[in-house]
């Protein structure tokens, strides 16, 4: 069975199913798992397949028509489609799949470094106010 955590998770959101039961168990279901995205959802179809649905009229042919994808379940506003998990990444780019935040090391370090100084600042204001109300009660 196919992990989306594990195939996708570091370059999109991996979510659980909407409609899945909140049992221990979950975890080991590896088919309750989706890649959200802003025109459908992509998730686990079979042991080496992938399947992604889609509502949005503009993009059920655009799906259709991309290699590798095979119909499975078409309505008259909705299809399904299922395909190799080698064309992921085209199929999450025409869906828009939520993408996960990649900072660079430069970045990550500026970020940190604001955390510090906010920190830093949230405990000097609260420590002017402790004394504060210390010298407003003893006086």
């Given at each position: ?5 594990e195939?996708?998770?570091k ?28 025109y ?5 179809w ?10 949005r ?22 299809v399904?489609?299922?395909?190799p ?5 085209a ?19 500026k ?11 949230l ?10 109300d210390?010298?407003s009660?003893?006086?």
């Open positions: 069975m196919i992990d989306l955590k195939l996708a998770g370059r999109y959101r991996v979510a659980l199913d909407k409609s899945r039961s909140d049992e221990p168990s979950r975890a080991e279901r590896l088919w309750l798992y989706q890649i959200p995205c802003l459908g959802h992509i998730g686990v079979g042991e080496n397949t992938l399947s992604a649905w889609t509502d009229r503009l993009m059920i042919s655009r799906l259709i028509a991309l290699p590798g994808t095979t119909v499975v379940r078409r309505g008259d506003s909705e399904q489609v299922t395909f998990p080698e064309r992921l990444h199929v999450a780019q025409l869906l828009k799949a939520r993408v996960k935040r990649q900072l660079t090391p430069e970045q990550r370090e970020l940190v470094a604001r955390g510090k100084a906010a920190l830093i600042s405990r000097t204001e609260r420590a002017s106010r402790a004394r504060s210390r010298q009660e003893a006086g």
